[in-house]
C-alpha cells in the first residue's frame, strides 16, 4: 500500500486525517520506531518521544495533529490524526492478515461426534476432539489438539487456538479468542470440610458462559459454577495465566492482567482494569470503572465506581500511597527519638548530680 491508500483506509475511522509530505511512497508494513526502515510505518503519540521524528529512518510516521512536523522532516511523510496510538492498532490490523491456525474444512485425524452440527466454514484441525451434541458457528475456526467435551456451544466467527480444552456444558458467544492451553469449566473448587479433618467434594453442576468479543490468554483457567454459571461478559479482556473461580462475573469490557487470581463468587464491574497478579477474596463485589494496581490484596469489596485501589490489604490508592510515605519516614523518626532520648538521660544525669 502507498501513503495514499493507507490515508484512505484510515479515513474510514478517524476525521479528519491530514497528510503531510508525499503520498506516492509504497509502505511495506509496520515497525517499531528505533527499528523502522525505509518503506516501514510507525507512530509517535507521546510527545516525550517526539526526539524519534527526526531519528527514525521510517518512511511514514502516524502522528498527533499537532505534532512538531511543519511541513515535513527530511522527506518522511506523517498522517496526523487525534489518536495515533489506535490508528497504528488499525495499521496494525491491515498488514497483519488472518492467522492460519488450521486448515479449511476438517482435518483427517480430527474426531468429530455424529451429533455435533457444525456451521458454513467451520476448520477443524488434526487430532481435535468434538464431543456429542456440540454446535459451531460458522467462520469458527478449532485448533489442532483442542478438545470440546459434549455439549459446547460456539458461535460464529471463534478461533480457539491449539489444544484449549472446553468442558461440557461451555458457551461461548460470538468473535471469542481463546489461547493455547486455556482449560474453560473444570470444576469448581468446592470441598466440605468434616470434623475428622477430610473433605467432600461438593458436585460442580453448573456452567461457564462466555459471551460475544470476549479474548482469552493462555494457559488460562475459568472454573464452572456450583450452581447457574460463571459469566464473563461481552468484551472482557483475560491474559494468560489468569485463575477464574467458579460463580465469578467478570464485567463487560474489563481487562484482567497476567497471574490475577479471583476466587468463588467475586463480581467485578464493567471497565475495570486488573494489574497483574491481584488477588481476590471470595464472595466480594467490585463496582464499575475500578482500577486495581498489580500485586493487590483485595479482602472487602467496593461498591463506589471509579476508584483505584493497592496495596496488601488493597484500600484507596491515595490512603495507601500516604502510608507508605509514612513508612518510608520511619528510620528518620526513629534516629530522632533515640537522639531526644539521648538528651533526656543526659538532663536527668544533671539532675541527679
Do not use: W
Not at 509530505?21 to 503519540?45: C, L, N, R, W, Y
Request: net charge negative.
Amino acid at each position: 500500500m502507498n501513503i495514499e491508500d493507507l490515508k484512505a483506509f484510515l479515513g474510514r475511522y478517524f476525521d479528519p486525517v491530514d497528510l503531510v509530505g508525499p503520498g506516492d511512497t509504497v509502505i511495506t508494513g509496520p515497525a517499531k520506531i528505533e527499528d523502522a526502515g525505509v518503506g516501514q510505518v510507525s507512530f509517535v503519540a507521546n510527545e516525550k518521544y517526539y526526539r524519534f521524528i527526526e531519528e527514525t529512518n521510517a518512511s511514514l510516521l502516524i502522528v498527533n495533529t499537532d505534532a512538531p512536523v511543519g511541513d515535513g522532516v527530511d522527506g518522511k511523510s506523517f498522517l496526523k490524526v487525534k489518536d495515533p496510538y489506535t490508528a497504528f492498532v488499525f495499521i496494525l490490523k491491515q498488514f497483519a492478515g488472518t492467522r492460519q491456525v488450521s486448515a479449511p474444512g476438517t482435518a483427517p485425524t480430527a474426531i468429530v461426534a455424529p451429533s455435533a452440527t457444525l456451521g458454513r466454514n467451520v476448520s477443524i484441525g488434526d487430532h481435535a476432539v468434538i464431543g456429542e451434541r456440540c454446535v459451531i458457528g460458522d467462520d469458527t475456526v478449532i485448533g489442532p489438539g483442542t478438545v470440546l467435551m459434549h455439549d459446547v456451544t460456539i458461535g460464529r466467527g471463534c478461533i480457539l487456538f491449539p489444544l484449549v480444552t472446553c468442558y461440557d456444558g461451555t458457551e461461548i458467544g460470538e468473535r471469542v479468542t481463546v489461547h493455547s492451553g486455556t482449560v474453560i469449566g473444570a470444576d469448581g473448587f468446592g470441598f466440605a470440610p468434616q470434623k475428622d479433618g477430610s473433605y467432600i467434594k461438593i458436585p460442580q453442576m453448573g456452567t461457564v458462559q462466555i459471551e460475544d468479543d470476549v479474548e482469552i490468554g493462555a494457559n488460562t483457567t475459568i472454573d464452572r459454577a456450583t450452581m447457574g454459571k460463571t459469566l464473563i461478559q461481552r468484551g472482557a479482556k483475560i491474559d494468560n495465566l489468569v485463575q477464574i473461580a467458579h460463580n465469578c462475573r467478570i464485567g463487560e469490557d474489563t481487562v484482567i492482567a497476567s497471574q490475577a487470581g479471583i476466587s468463588g463468587s467475586v463480581k467485578i464491574g464493567r471497565q475495570c482494569l486488573i494489574g497483574g497478579q491481584a488477588g481476590f477474596a471470595g464472595h466480594l463485589e467490585i463496582a464499575d470503572k475500578t482500577s486495581v494496581a498489580a500485586k493487590a490484596g483485595i479482602s472487602k469489596s467496593f461498591t463506589q465506581p471509579g476508584q483505584a485501589i493497592r496495596g496488601i490489604p488493597a484500600q484507596l490508592m491515595r490512603d495507601q500511597f500516604r502510608q507508605e510515605a509514612l513508612v518510608r519516614g520511619i528510620g528518620a523518626m526513629k534516629e530522632k527519638l533515640e537522639s531526644i532520648e539521648a538528651q533526656l538521660r543526659d538532663f536527668q544525669a544533671r539532675l541527679d548530680g
